[in-house]
């Protein structure tokens, strides 16, 4: 099985791969930087969205669009995984979902799912997830503007610590998000959701991970996740729980 990473972030690259490694092994994993350079270069994904769905979809459908131009036939059709747009009211309540941002779980929930095929396992996929950094003091901010928050993750980190010099800690709360949709031919979108919860500490600490991770106290530590080991982190964070859905999801459509 081949699935293509709609991801240009060297960061998520990583984490995507040693995700998969854990999850379903023997994968073959290519990313935008392994197609031909004549490939590559039509590669655009701006990210426009005003969530993480609409930008994930992005980069999803600008990869998932070069790779069905050259599979030729439906059963080789690459699938997309990607963020959509988040469950309607009707579905959250169906599945219990709280009032606050911080505090609702997040749901699994899909549209109408495509048949499977005979040859499920020779079609390549598409994967791609959009993620952000939630601090609840700022009204969620940064949110899907994350990686735009400032130039660098140290910039980006201050930023924060600064905007938080005068909020104790019991009231610095904040979650990583993570979304994803699979889909193929651009329909029949199945989403994919995945947080964690916890606060925002008083510095950076660690040289681990990458973004936020070195300001971000998960529940039930007292490291940041640039303190903690990477296995530590990688099936626990928003995107290792998104990921584990979609690969549980992929398991069972190439399975039957």
């Excluded at 601090?135 to 994350?146: H, T």
């Amino acid at each position: 099985m081949i699935v293509y990473l709609a991801t240009e972030n060297p960061g998520k690259v990583h984490e995507m791969k040693r995700i998969f490694d854990i999850r379903m092994p023997g994968v073959q994993l290519k990313c935008v930087a392994d197609l031909p350079a004549e490939i590559r270069s039509s590669y655009k994904a701006d990210e426009t969205g005003s969530t993480y769905t609409e930008n994930a979809l992005i980069k999803a459908k600008a990869l998932a669009r070069l790779v069905q131009g050259n599979a030729g036939s439906a059963l080789t059709r690459p699938w997309v995984l990607a963020a959509a747009k988040a469950p309607s009211p009707s579905t959250a309540l169906r599945a219990g979902v709280a009032a606050s941002a911080l505090t609702r779980p997040w749901v699994l929930a899909a549209a109408k799912a495509p048949s499977v095929a005979a040859s499920a396992l020779t079609r390549p996929w598409v994967l791609a997830e959009d993620s952000g950094f939630e601090v609840a003091a700022l009204g969620n901010a940064p949110g899907v503007y994350s990686a735009r928050y400032a130039l660098t993750d140290k910039e980006r980190c201050e930023k924060i610590l600064t905007s938080l010099a005068a909020i104790p800690g019991a009231k610095r709360a904040a979650q990583f998000v993570a979304c994803a949709v699979v889909m193929q031919d651009e329909s029949n979108p199945i989403y994919f959701f995945g947080r964690h919860r916890g606060l925002v500490a008083a510095s950076r600490r660690g040289e681990l991970g990458f973004g936020y991770d070195p300001i971000f106290v998960p529940e039930g530590e007292t490291r940041t996740w640039g303190e903690v080991p990477e296995d530590t982190k990688l099936m626990v964070s928003h995107r290792g729980r998104a990921l584990e859905l979609a690969i549980q999801y992929m398991i069972a459509r190439t399975s039957r």
